[in-house]
């Protein structure tokens, strides 16, 4: 039997895994891990913080459905990707997170970059590992990759103390993983789906509400399929952006505080709600009293936990997103559903009156209104390209203005809201698709907190485009000072700025600026032409709002308009 190190049986065991791409940081409790990663045939992204590593796997895996990796070494470097964990666990997206660790006989003794790296992303992993026997180290990485993309995805951490990796130990290929303790279900129960059917029959209002769940089970193509042929009109939350195509006559748009006024009513009026791999959080339900009242809840997640978590429903579905609606969609091949289109018409009417007197709206006037420049961009891209998002204002105008094709088209930090996500997910996101264009909509304060990785874009030749709404303000936070705590603007003015332009050819990028209107069209068709990584700069209308707004805790009928 072969002998390996440590070192050697880690990379062994990810390459079983089919892991060719790693986003990393090195660091002394990891030397040797690198020593042996550069004679493999891995690719190695070397970001410029270990945020930036967590983030840019996050991008990898919402834009290539794999499990993204990254590696870090112990202390500072482990505690830096905590947040990056935090937000791959909000949004249920599957990744290995591998941390360096001092030597085991240390470890208590408050050694040089020591932590409890464990203990203290135990809330915030699906799992996570101490290797403390060289002879397990396969079997964890099996165990680990498994758990990341199994059942309702998430992250994994495997803490690498580093006289393990110095070790030597045979090393034999594990089989398939049986975790007795864990066993997801993945067919939903039949009895429970064809309870489901009457409540289509009889509906007169139904409504389809699709979350992050139906694109990680790639069940975009059954959830339109099933649209259609119920005539029922679909909403999204943030995370199930580009799970329904945006121009078809049954879109309604995102759902919830930032939700287009058509969403929440009909959210509110419908007498049934289809929801499909949702958990209906505080920004999609607003007041839960209010929430879909008048209606019969079928909600359907692979995650039993997040049923009935929320929001009381009628009839629970435990099972995969898209074997759910395939079945259900077979299960209805045999029913009479040539009169919906007439018995949902009145509905769709209600929804098209809604639509009209009530659409997104904004007036461009002398200076440039980010709404504006994202529709412009979707214009010019035809809504074809991967758009990771920072978080704030940039966020959710990039939602309402930006509309994606396909799924795993819209990378954003939905359940965490974790500004400074965008460029590195969309370094990762570009690595894995490197035949798409990769847009980051952002704003001055958020592309601030990782902007360093802009190093990482350049050093790899990745053409990532920047578009940078500069209102000088951290927006969304100024939005609630102005219309909740009159217009005190306590500490988010963000006048003292880099001038983004020399920053980017300080890094060795293209920098370009828009200022006027007029300026807007040209500066994205130049970026967006441009080989490499380009940043573009937009000065936008200072105290700009994103409408409709449904002030926390209120219900979602209750919108604040233009």
Same mark, same amino acid.
């Given at each position: ?44 992204? %070397? +970001?410029?913080?270990?945020? *930036? $590593?967590?983030?840019?796997?996050? /991008?990898? =895996?919402? !834009? ?6 990254? %590696? +870090?070494?112990?202390?500072? *470097? $482990?505690?830096?990707?905590?947040? /990056?964990? =935090?937000? !791959? ?7 290995? +997170? ?12 408050? =050694? ?451």
């Amino acid at each position: 039997m072969e002998m390996l190190t440590g070192a050697e049986i880690l990379l062994r065991s990810l390459e079983e895994e089919g892991v060719d791409t790693i986003f990393g940081y090195p660091g002394g409790a990891v030397i040797d891990i690198y020593d042996r990663l550069v004679r493999t045939g891995m690719n190695h992204y %070397l +970001v410029r913080h270990e945020q *930036g $590593a967590v983030h840019a796997a996050d /991008g990898y =895996a919402r !834009a290539s459905g794999k499990v993204g990796v990254c %590696l +870090v070494t112990s202390g500072p *470097g $482990a505690t830096n990707t905590v947040t /990056g964990l =935090a937000t !791959a666990h909000m949004d249920s997206i599957p990744l290995v +997170v591998m941390t360096g660790q001092v030597p085991r006989g240390l470890i208590g003794n408050d =050694a040089f970059q020591e932590v409890d790296i464990l203990g203290i992303t135990r809330p915030c992993t699906k799992h996570n590992y101490i290797v403390t026997d060289v002879e397990d180290l396969a079997r964890i990485v099996k165990e680990a990759f498994y758990l990341a993309r199994s059942g309702r995805p998430g992250p994994v951490l495997i803490d690498l103390p580093k006289d393990i990796m110095g070790m030597t130990a045979p090393y034999k290929p594990n089989g398939e993983v049986n975790l007795r303790s864990y066993q997801p279900t993945y067919r939903p129960n039949l009895r429970q789906l064809k309870k489901v059917l009457p409540l289509i029959r009889e509906a007169r209002r139904p409504l389809i509400l699709a979350g992050g769940g139906v694109v990680l089970s790639k069940g975009s193509e059954e959830l339109t399929r099933l649209a259609r042929k119920t005539v029922t009109p679909v909403t999204t939350t943030l995370m199930g952006l580009g799970g329904f195509p945006p121009r078809d006559r049954l879109w309604l748009g995102m759902v919830g505080m930032h939700g287009t006024f058509r969403a929440n009513m009909a959210t509110s009026r419908c007498d049934l709600l289809i929801a499909v791999g949702v958990r209906f959080d505080d920004r999609v339900t607003g007041d839960i009293e209010t929430f879909a009242s008048n209606a019969e809840i079928v909600h359907i997640d692979i995650d039993p936990s997040s049923i009935r978590k929320n929001v009381p429903v009628s009839i629970p579905v435990v099972g995969d997103c898209r074997l759910a609606l395939e079945i259900l969609n077979n299960l209805l091949e045999a029913e009479e559903l040539d009169q919906m289109d007439e018995a949902h018409g009145p509905w769709l009417a209600q929804i098209e009156e809604w639509k009209s007197t009530r659409p997104l709206a904004y007036e461009q006037g002398d200076v440039i209104k980010p709404q504006y420049v994202i529709e412009t961009l979707c214009r010019l891209t035809r809504g074809d390209a991967i758009i990771t998002t920072e978080v704030g204002q940039n966020q959710m105008w990039a939602a309402q203005y930006y509309h994606v094709d396909k799924p795993n088209s819209f990378i954003t930090s939905g359940g965490l809201g974790c500004m400074g996500f965008g460029l590195p997910a969309a370094i990762g996101a570009q690595v894995a698709r490197p035949d798409k264009l990769v847009v980051d909509i952002a704003g001055d304060g958020s592309i601030q907190m990782n902007i360093q990785e802009v190093a990482t874009a350049v050093q790899y030749g990745l053409p990532v485009k920047v578009v940078i709404l500069n209102n000088q303000y951290l927006g969304m936070v100024r939005q609630f000072q102005e219309l909740f705590y009159d217009r005190c603007y306590a500490c988010t003015d963000m006048e003292c700025a880099p001038d983004f332009v020399k920053l980017a050819e300080a890094y060795g990028a293209l920098g370009l600026r828009a200022s006027r209107p007029e300026e807007v069209e040209p500066v994205l068709k130049k970026g967006l032409g441009a080989e490499g990584f380009v940043l573009m700069e937009f000065h936008v209308e200072k105290e700009e709002l994103v409408y409709p707004m449904v002030p926390a805790g209120a219900p979602i009928t209750e919108m604040l308009l233009v």
